[in-house]
């Protein structure tokens, strides 16, 4: 059964690349961007299953040459098939997991919602120490991240900030730090010594080209306004911000970041696109019986995913009884062991249910 939907892989596989090959494709900037997409899909598991063939070859010429083999070469033929089999068994565990279900979502860059939510400004605070650790892992990792909006708070915290991570691992890497994110820890603004509980919301979006989510300029209404800073004074002199609602979703976005209209409206419109691809994917699982729970809830410290320690030095992920005493290191962009656990954790679910 493995076989035959392995050979079928590598049938489909070997006539994408002759379609690659056809000046047709060429002339069709979608249909080459499709077929390369799934080339690249089918790529690593037809490497995969040539190994094993070869393994499996190189196991069964063992087991003949050991047939007819005296004394002398018989240790040397064993081993031989000893190493094949366990390749073997090795490759095929592999192919497992390369044949699990793909993510629609893997591959994209991702758009990152960051927000103070419960304990005042020091949830505002939090939410930047937060996005100064994604900027340093993104460095870590060679992404390039780029900030579409950006409010800031009076204490030089963050009410809101909205960023790209363009990467071609950004969605599988990050889409489990969606959430809410507690914090324990004696805030700058506390006279007595005391430790308080606060939390920011993480939210992990996949990017959305325009291919994917039609948008009705009917169904948009689009306001605009003089963009504001803190306090609610007017830092611009021209209605350059700008709101757009989606009528159907009730889905709001604005941005005043940039000096234009044109520029603000722009990057609403990304945001946007990225929220309806996202409300659709999550309908579509609610349809299938696979309702999701929204990422960030209330926003509510009870809701939390992780909770960040700073007396300890401990960070635990609740969601997986992950515990490392090492804040320091995570909040400087060492997110990497969680994230792998994480992602492990998703790959063991998911073989758990085939």
Avoid: C
């Avoid at 004394?71 to 081993?79: N, P």
């Avoid at 691809?277 to 609610?286: H, I, N, S, T, V």
């Amino acid at each position: 059964m493995l076989d035959e939907r392995l050979e079928s892989i590598e049938a489909e596989f070997s006539d994408i690349e002759t379609q690659l090959s056809s000046p047709d494709v060429a002339a069709d900037p979608n249909l080459l961007r499709e077929l390369s997409k799934r080339h690249k899909e089918l790529a690593e598991v037809v490497a995969a299953f040539r190994r094993l063939r070869t393994a499996r070859e190189d196991l069964e010429t063992a087991s003949e040459m050991l047939e007819v083999a005296d004394a002398s070469e018989r240790d040397e033929l064993t081993q031989m098939a000893d190493v094949a089999s366990k390749l073997i068994e090795e490759i095929e565990d592999e192919l497992q997991g390369l044949l699990l279900p793909k993510d629609p979502n893997d591959g994209r860059n991702v758009i990152v919602e960051i927000r103070g939510a419960e304990g005042g400004e020091e949830a505002n605070l939090f939410a930047r120490d937060l996005y100064d650790m994604y900027v340093r892992y993104a460095q870590r990792r060679g992404w390039k991240l780029k900030v579409i909006e950006e409010t800031a708070s009076e204490r030089d915290g963050l009410d809101e900030v909205i960023f790209t991570v363009i990467a071609p691992d950004a969605w599988s890497r990050l889409e489990h730090e969606g959430g809410v994110h507690r914090v324990q820890r004696v805030p700058v603004t506390e006279a007595k010594g005391r430790v308080h509980t606060s939390s920011a919301t993480v939210t992990v979006l996949p990017e959305a080209e325009e291919v994917d989510v039609e948008i009705d300029p009917n169904d948009l209404k689009v306001d605009v306004y003089r963009s504001s800073g803190p306090g609610g004074q007017s830092v611009n002199t021209t209605d350059s911000a700008v709101r757009i609602t989606h009528i159907p979703t009730g889905i709001v976005v604005a941005m005043q970041d940039e000096k234009s209209q044109i520029q603000n409206r722009a990057k609403a419109m990304l945001v946007l696109r990225s929220r309806l691809l996202k409300a659709a994917q999550d309908e579509q699982a609610a349809e299938l019986g696979d309702l999701r729970r929204s990422q960030v809830g209330g926003g509510g410290r009870s809701e939390k995913i992780r909770t960040y320690n700073f007396k300890e030095s401990r960070v635990t992920d609740h969601r997986i009884n992950l515990t490392l005493y090492k804040l320091d290191a995570i909040l400087q962009g060492d997110l990497d062991e969680i994230v792998d656990a994480l992602m492990a954790a998703k790959r063991t679910k998911q073989l758990t249910e085939q």
